[in-house]
């Protein structure tokens, strides 16, 4: 027994300090790395290629000088050929001021666009990056990291510039800016009060400028929301273009040329609609559309930037919809009430406040072709698909016959709907339009071949001689994809024609996984979840700190580092330290630790505590000789290990924030509250108190306002009325339109009191059909996705646990999701296979569904087994499981997203569940956007 404790003790020190050790960062994993690789890569290469481009000599200079050198060469060949190699046209320098519609969009763009240090989830073998977070200085602040990111990309838009080719000068877009260079001198905020001045990103106290100065600045490019998302962003980059054009004039400024004229170039993201052209030209903002050929003071551009989709996570991804009202610092500085605060949600008040579902359906629609167009490169073979055992013509898990399209698409609420519905039509259009590009190739390679002859091997290649055009589609493909295919993404490309089709060997096919199912989840079938109150740790810090945009909690450097006495006593420059946070896999420790409850957080984060001071205190130990292989692993773990002290420094400093917030009675009694209203119990009196009291800020009280609504199928009119007239004396005349706001979008409502009325509800019925209420829940080691919240599950991850056996039983609860009478026709849940050739979905409703997607699953591991019925799910391991892709329309939470981890993690649940959202979202910011 004596000897048997001090090895037991090595043994736990030992995993203590491969805890504290990992020996690389987590970034790199997930089931679908290649698609996030492929999407980073492609935001950033098609952003930095939009900043390159200057559209005021796109029609001019560069092809005026192509042209003359063509000219040239067709008078005097042999002195062209012999200058053309030597003599290069002189670079133009043009300064480049960005302003950004708000500061989540800066944030977003900054952070996840530019960063190169966040444009591979394989740190350790991107040769690309040049400045890595490693050699960034530790919890540099927000301004010192965004320096050096602007320095980083300027140096990028310089060795990238494209160089001109006289051969084919004026047939590429890439050669028409190659006799400019460009430089980012700055980036600057439109400040929301929508007068068409600018704020700093840095101090939210400086005064805004109603008249900004002009800088040298000679091209000024407003990055907006588009889409209709953003409209007083809009007109507030049309005031400050007024503004400037303003100032020039006083100052007698005339430009001499075109090329000297002020560009202002207006970029949507991720496109610009005809709506907000008919906006800026009301506002008198008229689009160029002979660059360079008039003599004015400022050239006007529009374009449409295509960025969509943000990798935030090695399972999220995101639209990150803001509606403009930008956040700086957090809501624990200024109050839950600011309207400075993180404004997200804008697809929720764009579908139900301002009735444009169909702009909503279209943007979520796209970027899910887009996802399926990379989805190509992880498709996997297979035949049986039937749930008897028969042979279905689809050939569901053969995905590269449907062209990367995802087989099985779910969708629950009526958005969703429209979503499916948009997403199909796309599947159809894109079909129809490459049916006539083959149908015009094949006419000009008949007339080709009666006429021609082809000159060499290489032109046969491009005509492969399929009759199909398969050689021009595959490049089109990799023009789409832009730089996809360096990350190792390998595109499949099929004949046009089903029939051309043949099955592929499984042994030929890519073995990467693929997203073998979706489900689409409109964010109204369930408004309850995001009005209660997290009790994870990563849900905690967004509702104490609030979690930006972007996945970054901005917080004072002197929280994180509380005896630096440079920050301490430097009281007048609190804003300008401010220190952004990643909350993303790229921090190991903050990957292991969010999940977990609040009861739990605090003890792991000691046990790492110990395990980095029992790693140190072991190598430092003078008893033990060390010989130099010791020595030399051990230095080589410093900067892991330098790593994991400063992040394990700011949890433990984060967390104590958090904990202390959570432990508070106010914290408490709300939970309590809210439990009660979860049970169907009505707490006006409670309501009624804590408005009398004025301890809540309004928004924190309106959640529990909405949850009772919400929970109780509405309130009596006379208590309605009651609370109604509270709101208006406490909080002021202006919540009136926001109470509106939030019956539009049925968060409120006032019930007529009857004698016949039944005290069943719809959201009691859903209560009952899904457990919702789990009070025997072990927080500390869940059994259950409702340890989230200390007993209730969130209504959408049931849903997703139903989706499982196929909604069986549950189909009075099916009845109580919400119908539209928009796209789609309005349906409450829909259940397709896409096939192809593509069709309608109303021509797809029309079919037999096939499996659910518990069957489904095991489907796919008999077939990937390749032993028949031999493998079960229960022995899948996250590596080995499909993918089932999991679309809110409306906002993710949190809670969600924890508990949807905690179903991926399990080994019975058949699936590896990826995230996709409109934005991530809390009851705060959801009803404040509602209320913009």
């Not at 003599?295 to 989709?309: G, H, K, Q, T, V």
């Not at 306002?705 to 002021?732: E, P």
């Not at 026709?825 to 569904?849: C, F, I, N, T």
């Not at 019975?908 to 404040?928: A, D």
């Amino acid at each position: 027994m004596t000897m048997a404790a001090p090895q037991q003790q090595q043994q736990q020190q030992q995993q203590l300090q491969q805890q504290a050790l990992p020996t690389s960062s987590r970034r790199g994993g997930g089931p679908l790395a290649h698609i996030m690789d492929a999407l980073r890569l492609d935001n950033h290469q098609l952003l930095l290629e939009t900043l390159q481009h200057d559209p005021r000599f796109a029609n001019n200079d560069d092809h005026h000088h192509a042209a003359e050198q063509q000219r040239q060469q067709q008078q005097h060949p042999s002195a062209t050929t012999a200058s053309s190699g030597n003599q290069q046209q002189p670079r133009r320098q043009q300064d480049q001021l960005l302003i950004f519609g708000s500061a989540d969009l800066r944030r977003v763009i900054m952070r996840h666009v530019m960063d190169q240090s966040s444009q591979s989830s394989d740190n350790n073998n991107n040769s690309k990056k040049k400045v890595g977070a490693g050699h960034r200085k530790n919890n540099a602040t927000m301004m010192e990291e965004e320096e050096l990111i602007i320095k980083q990309w300027n140096e990028e838009m310089k060795t990238t510039l494209p160089t001109i080719n006289n051969s084919d000068a004026g047939q590429s877009s890439h050669h028409a800016n190659s006799s400019t260079v460009t430089q980012i001198i700055g980036t600057q905020i439109l400040s929301p009060s929508c007068n068409g001045s600018v704020i700093s990103p840095y101090d939210s106290t400086i005064a805004t400028i109603a008249s900004p100065p002009i800088s040298s600045a000679t091209n000024i490019t407003y990055i907006l929301r588009g889409g209709g998302f953003d409209l007083p962003s809009l007109s507030a980059a049309a005031l400050h273009r007024r503004n400037i054009l303003l100032q020039q004039q006083q100052q007698k400024h005339h430009q001499a040329d075109a090329s000297s004229a002020r560009l202002f170039r207006f970029l949507f993201i991720p496109r610009l609609t005809e709506m907000e052209r008919s906006f800026l030209h009301e506002m008198g903002v008229v689009a160029d559309d002979d660059k360079g050929t008039k003599m004015a003071a400022s050239i006007n551009s529009f374009e449409s930037l295509p960025i969509d989709l943000i990798p935030l996570d090695e399972d999220v991804l995101s639209l990150e919809l803001t509606g403009g009202r930008g956040g700086y610092g957090s809501s624990a500085d200024q109050g839950d009430g600011s309207d400075y605060t993180t404004g997200s949600a804008a697809s929720l008040r764009h579908s139900s406040v301002e009735g444009c579902e169909a702009d909503v359906a279209d943007i979520v629609a796209r970027s899910l072709i887009k996802l399926q167009l990379l989805n190509r490169g992880g498709s996997i073979g297979g035949n049986d698909v039937g749930g008897s055992g028969e042979k279905d013509e689809e050939l569901l898990f053969s995905s590269p016959l449907l062209r990367g399209a995802i087989p099985r698409v779910q969708g629950l609420g009526p958005l969703a709907t429209a979503v499916i519905d948009r997403m199909m039509t796309l599947r159809l259009e894109e079909e129809r339009m490459e049916a006539e590009m083959d149908e015009m190739m094949m006419e000009g390679e008949d007339n080709e071949a009666k006429g021609e002859v082809m000159m060499d091997d290489d032109c046969m290649e491009v005509t492969d001689g399929s009759g199909g055009g398969g050689g021009r589609r595959q490049q089109d493909d990799e023009e789409i994809m832009n730089a996809t295919m360096e990350e190792g993404v390998e595109i499949a490309t099929m004949s046009n024609r089903g029939n051309d089709v043949q099955p592929s060997s499984s042994a030929a096919l890519p073995q990467l996984p693929s997203i073998q199912a979706l489900l689409v989840i409109d964010r109204r079938i369930d408004l309850v979840t995001p009005m209660l109150t997290p009790l994870t740790y990563e849900g905690l810090i967004d509702d104490v700190l609030q979690i930006q945009v972007g996945g970054y909690v901005s917080v004072k450097k002197s929280i994180v580092e509380p005896d630096d006495e440079k920050h301490t006593n430097n009281n007048n420059n609190d804003q300008q330290q401010m220190v952004l946070l990643p909350l993303n896999d790229s921090d190991p420790l903050y990957a292991e630790v969010r999940d977990k409850h609040v009861e739990s957080f605090g003890s792991f984060l000691q046990n790492q505590a110990k395990a980095l001071k029992e790693s140190h205190s072991q190598f430092t130990n003078r008893e033990t000789a060390r010989d130099l292989t010791e020595i030399h692993q051990f230095v080589k773990q410093i900067p892991v290990f330098t790593r994991n002290l400063r992040s394990l420094t700011n949890h433990i400093h984060i967390a104590e924030l958090v904990k202390s917030a959570a432990e508070a009675t106010a914290f408490r009694q709300r939970w309590q509250t809210e439990r009660s209203m979860l049970e169907s119990e009505p707490c006006y009196e409670a309501l009624e108190d804590l408005i009398a009291s004025g301890s809540e800020p309004p928004y924190r009280w309106l959640r529990l306002f909405c949850l009772q609504s919400l929970t109780s199928n509405g309130i009596k009119a006379a208590r309605y009325d009651s609370l109604r007239r509270d709101v208006i004396q406490t909080y002021g005349y202006e919540y009136l339109m926001v109470l509106n706001d939030l019956e539009r979008a049925g968060f409120l409502r006032k019930k007529e009191t009857f004698v016949l009325d039944s005290m069943a509800t719809p959201y009691s019925t859903l209560r009952k059909a899904l457990n919702l209420i789990n009070p025997d829940v072990d927080p500390s080691n869940p059994q259950d996705a409702s340890y989230v919240s200390s007993g209730y599950a969130p209504m959408t991850v049931r849903w997703i646990e139903a989706a499982m056996r196929g909604y069986t039983g549950l189909e009075e609860a099916l009845k109580e999701l919400p119908v539209g009478s928009g796209m789609g026709g309005g349906g409450r849940w829909v259940d397709v296979m896409q096939r192809w050739p593509p069709e309608s979905l109303v021509e797809a409703l029309k079919r037999k569904r096939g499996p659910n997607l518990g069957a489904l699953a095991k489907q796919w591991s008999e077939w990937r087994d390749g032993n028949g019925s031999k493998m079960t799910t229960d022995a899948l391991s996250m590596e080995e499981k499909p993918v089932l892709l999991v679309y809110f329309v409306g906002g993710l939470t949190f809670m969600e997203l924890a508990a949807m981890r905690y179903l991926s993690r399990r080994p019975s649940f058949p699936y590896n569940i990826v995230c996709c959202t409109t934005e991530i979202v809390n009851g705060g910011t959801l009803l404040r956007s509602l209320s913009c």
